[in-house]
């Protein structure tokens, strides 16, 4: 199949050359500045595009959910991180089976619960298992809040048997780039004076991803969104239109009032994420037409002046926030290079646990 | 398996006895001032719930997609409305099919172009098929503008040889069950003149559910969320916290600073639904901490002074918006009348097409 009109709507159709050349692209800056790009595969959710920027020279992957990870363990990606803190038992048992199956597998904690939990599930495991300590740089959010605090779990993960000091990791805030300098270079003199040497400084966000470097001693980057790129992405500058690859197909089924139109995609498809932008999306191609308003599956258009959309009439949309809309769909249209479309399962949609 | 704390989080708990208390009452109102209700599957997606509300009393059941339609057909549900314009061949053929397997059903329209397509479709069915005119109350969202515009649609519906008029459809804007009055009584005068009887006419929505009774000759209602509740009803007064049968639980993971903490349920899960309130959610016995901030699988809860909650401590969250949220959950967790939990695959869920 090669025509768009055929697929059912609503319908998410990533162009593959787009994600592709964004893959290059940012694989090109991380080798030029010398960081490592570690991609996170929360955007896509796919094996294949995973597999595409292991290819293009990525250094591993991250993951958010121990069941995102497990869907790219058993797909054959052997390097992940998660950078979420692991509680309870049950999740414990995941990440010990986990850690079975791939090369390289490291976690991220913030505090000593955490660190308690791994050390006791990892003590008799043949290989230990790497943990990095998440630091608050200024998104508050996760992350510990001072360079002490961040010295005192390294110790901690340095004295369990279980364990290895992976490195320092940041999810910073949007500009926080000294921030993540200042907080890194502290943390690094004080383990340094305790003789123990910070073996990554991970940091990450699409957001500040051309600005990326290794101030601070940053070695490694986590994007994610970059893969896609959406409409909040285009208002800061990230990127442009032609770089959107991930969009919603959506038809026109009702022309109620002069100015209205309603599509077949609402919150169950666009969801209800802002990122700070009005309306809905962007409409590709009809930028004075604005996705007002959401019900559950209609989504409501407005134009200024007469709307110049008529029932059955097809439209693209950039989501505001690419990476929670893939999560709406059970499978993707992939359109490759030949011009062709193809369904694609989302393998790690809703993998929340 | 009976305690809540040996399942994995996120998760989404349903409360059964509540449940099947809501489908009760309600179907009770309705029983009493004399109207049918026929409940939206929306919410809930399940068969084991749209059995229930069937087994209650419900005349048929509400689905918005035809992907909905289909999941509660091969499970042996018969009477269906689907509320929605259905557009291109694709779909069209889909709806025959489904038509084949079904006692019942039924579907809206609000322009033309669909009753053409309907029309085209089942002209040479065995049996026609019913469609009802969607009318724009005040919601102004789907439905046309007046009562000379549904009259003529109906006209067009009744001209058909595949196509039988099944009556006025209307999704009120709350609080506007005089508004519905008025439209429907006018568009009846129409009808009537012209000597076309006016089988149904069916209203919905949860908000206004209590005040549902036959003004304007309202002959049926659709509600869905009535069977979870949520937050937002709470808010309006529709229902209390103890008739919120749908929880999200999540866990705390950290303890960042002295008032916030983290949990493991972010936008992937609680959905960035506000429904005008402030926040993402209500935290059961815990008035004074808010959701305050959603990241994709992080919620950051902030509370009034020093934060109660520790690493590891597992909280109850009443949605905002359960619709959306049940939606985002491969299964739910039953909490079953004997006190045990069991796992249920949410049947339609993802249904978007």
């Known amino acids: 199949m090669d025509d768009l009109n055929e697929i059912e709507t609503p319908a998410f159709v990533v162009d593959e050359a787009v994600a592709l050349r964004n893959i290059a692209a940012y694989q090109s800056h991380c080798d030029e ?23 293009a020279g990525a250094a591993g992957i991250t993951c958010q959910k121990i069941g995102e990870a497990e869907v790219m363990a058993d797909a054959g990606l052997d390097d992940i991180l998660i950078t979420f803190n692991v509680i309870g038992s049950a999740k414990l048992d995941r990440l010990y089976g986990l850690a079975r199956k791939v090369r390289e597998l490291a976690v991220t904690a913030d505090n000593a619960d955490v660190i308690g939990g791994l050390a006791e599930t990892f003590r008799d495991a043949g290989s230990p298992l790497r943990v990095l300590v998440e630091c608050d740089t200024g998104a508050h959010r996760c992350g ?21 000091f992976g490195g320092l990791m940041t999810y910073p805030a949007p500009g926080g780039r000294k921030d993540v300098a200042n907080f890194m270079t502290a943390t690094c003199a004080i383990l340094s004076r305790a003789g123990i040497d910070c073996p990554e400084i991970s940091s990450g966000g699409t957001p500040d991803m051309w600005q990326a470097d290794k101030s601070g001693g940053v070695t490694e980057y986590r994007a994610g969104t970059y893969i896609y790129n959406d409409r909040s992405l285009i208002k800061r500058g990230v990127c442009t239109l032609d770089d959107c690859a991930g969009r919603v197909v959506a038809t026109v089924v009702s022309r109620p009032a002069g100015d209205r139109a309603v599509i077949d995609a609402g919150s169950k498809v666009l969801t209800s994420d802002l990122l700070g932008l ?30 110049p959309l008529a029932v059955g009439d097809r439209i693209e949309i950039v989501p505001n926030h690419v990476c929670v809309v893939s999560n709406m769909f059970d499978a993707i249209w992939l359109r490759t290079a030949d011009g062709s479309l193809r369904q694609m399962r989302v393998d790690a949609r809703g993998c929340v646990t």
Chains 1, 2 share one sequence.
């Not at 959710?45 to 920027?53: D, G, I, P, R, T």
């Not at 510990?144 to 290895?164: F, H």
């Open 33 to 55: 500045v010398g960081l490592k790009l570690r991609p996170h595969i929360k955007t896509h959710k796919l094996v294949h595009f995973a597999k595409a920027q292991m290819d």
């Open 144 to 164: 510990v809040t001072t360079p002490e605090a961040a010295a005192d779990l390294t110790r901690m993960i340095d004295a369990a048997p279980g364990l290895v």
């Open 278 to 307: 009005s309306g809905y999306g962007l409409i590709v191609g009809h930028p004075t037409i604005a996705i007002e308003a959401l019900s559950e599956e209609h989504g409501t258009l407005t134009s200024d002046g007469e709307m």
